[in-house]
């Protein structure tokens, strides 16, 4: 088993910033039409995450599962004032289904950095049952707070989470 230290969740500062420690329990496949995300902190580019992605999520059998997708560092890493900018919540996934055999409750953001290197996290919570609706249901994509949407309903902690990190990508350059 892995030591907390050297997991990558914890350098990259996503327990922390976003989640509390949690032992995983569930495997979060992430797949863009070009690029899979599998390993956390690797990069992935505005435009190669412009649509939603796949997403399984794969534990126990006949459970259901929330999905939320936040950056924790807009509008910029060194001052995130508006932390956590929710980029996608869908609840009630089936085990073993991908993300769109579930309800979305904030439609899907790809990733638009306007400054500095956004960690974009994937974070899957296992249910106690079909929620149909949420308390707290998000208005505004600014200041989600996932902690607090997962206490409001009763999510407790994360079985899986993954995460990549974006930047702008650069104008093309112009030819005088």
Known sequence: MRRASLDPLVVGRVVGDVLDIFVPTAELAVRYTAQKISINGGKVKPSS??????????????????????????????????????????????????????KEVMAYMGPQPPIGIHRHIFAAFRQAGLMETVKGKPAERVLFSTR???????????????????????AGIKRR
């Open 148 to 170: 607090q949407f997962a206490s409001e309903n009763q999510l407790g902690l994360p079985v899986a989470a993954l995460y990549f990190n974006s930047q702008k990508q650069p």
């Open 49 to 102: 995450a412009a649509e939603r992605p796949k997403v399984r999520i794969t534990g126990s059998p006949n459970n259901y599962y929330t999905l939320v997708m936040v950056d924790p560092d807009a509008p910029s890493p060194s001052e995130p004032t508006f932390r956590e900018w929710l980029h996608w919540l869908v609840i009630d996934i089936p085990e073993g289904s991908d993300a769109s055999e579930g």
